[in-house]
């Protein structure tokens, strides 16, 4: 049986492989950590071995983990990836230092305007449905740039870059296709001194994405095994 510290060694060794397979350098990809529906416990583990930036879904999990853990003493960062409701938006400014699932002006603006003046600006990722799928959240290709520069406006926000969760797919050539797709939308954003993140690439597919120019990782299964069923 595997421990949650084996799993996120392999999850590194997997990253650093697929670094140097294609002449990147391991450093320059951070691994997030998807905690979503995982015990606070189980964050203590993967915090405890080092790891320092965990991203979660769902509001109402997530924030009495976030409590817990700084309770127990950790100083970890945290990233909302999940769909973003707007009666959410002021929790989420205020205990989140990264958001990746921005995908329109409303929830941008809240995001300001309930960022506390107290925090550094939030670390925004526009969230791209590169796929077209109705099923998911995201941004239109041909509304990218415009929310793109709406963004860029808004003082208390910071925009990073881009996110796309691609079709599910075993095939890796069809892996390769959309997150170059995605990597060639990141590289038309604005040059900025902060546009610097590209979040892609899951348990299933990091070698394509990182081959691809990811500089995020979003790992949740293969580090902590299989999902947990969330209580309705």
Same mark, same amino acid.
């Given at each position: 049986?595997?421990?949650?510290?084996?799993?996120?060694?392999?999850?590194? &060794?997997?990253?650093t492989?697929?670094?140097?397979?294609?002449?990147?350098?391991?450093?320059?990809i951070?691994?997030l950590?998807?905690?979503?529906?995982?015990?606070?416990?189980?964050? &203590?583990?993967?915090?405890?071995?080092?790891?320092?930036?965990f991203?979660?879904?769902?509001?109402?999990?997530?924030?009495?983990?976030?409590?817990?853990?700084?309770?127990?003493?950790?100083?970890?960062?945290?990233?909302?990836?999940?769909? /973003?409701?707007?009666?959410?938006?002021?929790?989420?400014?205020?205990?989140?230092?990264?958001?990746?699932?921005?995908?329109?002006?409303?929830?941008?603006?809240?995001?300001?305007e309930?960022?506390?003046?107290? !925090?550094?600006?939030l670390? /925004?990722?526009?969230?791209?449905n /590169?796929?077209?799928?109705?099923?998911?959240?995201?941004?239109?290709e041909?509304?990218?740039?415009? !929310?793109?520069?709406?963004?860029?406006?808004?003082? @208390?926000?910071?925009?990073?870059g881009?996110?796309?969760i691609?079709?599910?797919?075993a095939?890796?050539?069809?892996?390769?296709?959309?997150?170059a797709?995605?990597? @060639?939308?990141?590289?038309? !954003?604005?040059?900025?001194?902060?546009?610097?993140?590209?979040?892609?690439?899951?348990?299933?597919?990091?070698?394509?994405?990182?081959?691809?120019?990811?500089?995020?990782? @979003?790992?949740?299964?293969? /580090?902590?095994?299989?999902?947990?069923?969330?209580?309705?």
């Amino acid at each position: 049986m595997t421990t949650l510290a084996q799993r996120l060694q392999s999850v590194q &060794k997997r990253i650093t492989d697929a670094a140097n397979t294609c002449k990147r350098k391991p450093e320059t990809i951070q691994l997030l950590a998807v905690s979503k529906t995982q015990p606070a416990e189980a964050v &203590k583990q993967a915090a405890d071995c080092g790891q320092q930036c965990f991203g979660e879904n769902y509001l109402q999990d997530a924030l009495p983990k976030i409590q817990t853990l700084t309770e127990w003493g950790y100083q970890l960062e945290w990233h909302y990836i999940g769909p /973003i409701q707007s009666n959410k938006t002021r929790a989420i400014a205020e205990n989140f230092q990264w958001v990746h699932s921005v995908d329109r002006l409303k929830i941008a603006e809240r995001l300001n305007e309930q960022r506390p003046d107290s !925090l550094p600006p939030l670390k /925004i990722c526009i969230q791209v449905n /590169i796929g077209n799928e109705s099923q998911k959240s995201g941004v239109a290709e041909t509304e990218l740039y415009t !929310l793109a520069a709406q963004i860029n406006k808004l003082a @208390r926000l910071e925009l990073h870059g881009l996110m796309a969760i691609p079709p599910a797919s075993a095939n890796v050539e069809q892996q390769h296709a959309a997150f170059a797709r995605l990597r @060639r939308l990141f590289e038309q !954003l604005p040059a900025s001194n902060s546009v610097d993140t590209l979040s892609m690439g899951m348990s299933g597919d990091l070698e394509a994405a990182i081959a691809e120019g990811s500089t995020m990782v @979003r790992i949740g299964t293969a /580090i902590f095994g299989p999902r947990k069923q969330r209580k309705k």
